[in-house]
């Protein structure tokens, strides 16, 4: 692979896509490690970023394999960067099945299920089987019938816990995006671009998700 | 596998993210152009100025390949500045944080850590996002490109200092709802207020959430136009049981 060729399809003015790539992937770790719930899964992204990902790693073991002693610092930069977004990638993917693992229940079905990956909706589904399995050969199987389930709606409090989606949450403000009612308090916010608040996340999960606010 | 970390970065999270931020070395060695997963790096020509992130430029300075071009707010004079400003001018606020670029494209709007806040032709009178943990950073590995060290720390010290005092007299204003705006407060500022602040919050909220629910409800009355009867306060009691 011709470095200088890569470059000269890059058109200096603009920012290449995978410098966007990792700009998203990094705001998206940050909330993904902040946010109290699951958000979306980005899958385009994702399988972007791994693809280019893959390429790389030919190209570090193409080089290792040559060895030219120029070029060995070059190598270093190259791992380097590897590893950070490698890191990246891991702790975003564990922050999510951390969430996954807490309400395990909640993410099964309706709306949470659909901001799963394949993969994480895979895990779940396994994990959720074994899981029942157990509890019914091991003690679930000796209560009455009407008591064996885990997800029981009745009496007015549903068995399945959700994740607190009033908790506070950091937020900046990517651009203006007009008023904001703040539950719990009289005053709303006027959301100017450049803003900090801590607010509560039920009151900007929209906007996040929209990219009028990012979570920091 | 799943993450056992409670919500929120860590300190080595937030560095980590600092460690992407522009800054402008000075090589000294040729380096030629690679092309990384987060976009091309120029070739570094002796003794042409260049950006790159700062993971890369410590790279550069551990092995000598590369002097690194201190922030223009991270010297003497702008620092002494900022903290006049932050504890005369407005004791009560943050200083302003660097002025954004005007949006270019809508779909991608850039937020620290990659604006090139902290590149040679950074803001010099305004402290970025990642200030606390670039200034650290660079002064422990690449101290010698300062020329002042032991009062640039100093000042920073101070300025935490003073900061940490604002971000503390920030919490009588916290309620169930929300703080005060927190406009130009750091990375670093978050990671280490965020459990005390939103503990406090979640906490209040809590304590709170039968009254706010009579609100919420005598609200919804007061729009169908439903008289509430005596009933109304036993349910609070029950809510809060």
Known sequence: MDIDDILADLDAATVPQETLDIQLLTRLWVAERVAPELLVWPDDLISRITERMSAQVELIEEQTATMDPKSSFGLIVLQTEMERVKFLVRSYLRARLAKVDAHPLYYNEGEPAGRLSVEEKQYLTAHQTLLEAHYGASFLGQFPAQLQRMDDPAGGISMVETPDAERAVFVRALRDAGLVRMPGRDESWDVKRGDVRVVRWSAVRDLVEIGDLELI | ?????????????????????????????????????????????????????????????????????????????????????????????????????????????????????????????????????????????????????????????????????????????????????????????????????????????????????????????????????????DEDMDMLR
Not at chain 2, 198 to 205: H, K, M, T
């Open chain 2, 1 to 233: 596998m799943a993450l056992p970390l409670p919500p929120g970065l860590t300190p080595a999270e937030v560095a980590f993210l600092c460690e992407m931020e522009l800054v402008t070395v000075i090589p000294r060695q040729k380096l030629d152009s690679l092309h990384l997963l987060g976009g091309p790096v120029p070739v570094l020509q002796p003794p042409l100025r260049n950006n790159v992130p700062l993971w890369l430029a410590l790279l550069l300075k551990k092995q000598r390949r590369a002097n690194i071009v201190p922030p223009p707010w991270l010297n003497v004079e702008s620092l002494s500045a900022i903290l006049d400003h932050e504890t005369e001018r407005a004791p009560e606020d943050f200083s302003p944080p660097p002025k954004l670029p005007p949006i270019g494209d809508e779909s991608s709007i850039i937020s620290p850590p990659f604006l090139p806040t902290s590149t040679a032709d950074g803001q010099p009178n305004a402290l970025p996002y990642h200030w606390m943990e670039l200034g650290e950073i660079l002064l422990e590995a690449a101290s010698d490109d300062f020329e002042d060290v032991d009062q640039v720390r100093r000042l920073l010290r101070d300025l935490r200092e003073a900061r940490l005092a604002k971000l503390r007299s920030g919490i009588d204003a916290l309620d169930s709802g929300g703080g005060k705006p927190m406009n130009g407060i750091g990375g670093m500022e978050v990671a280490e207020g965020r459990s005390f602040i939103c503990g406090v919050i979640d906490s209040l909220r809590k304590i709170g959430a039968a009254k706010e629910m009579a609100k919420r409800e005598r609200e919804d009355e007061d729009r169908t136009g439903y008289q509430g009867t005596a009933d109304d306060e």
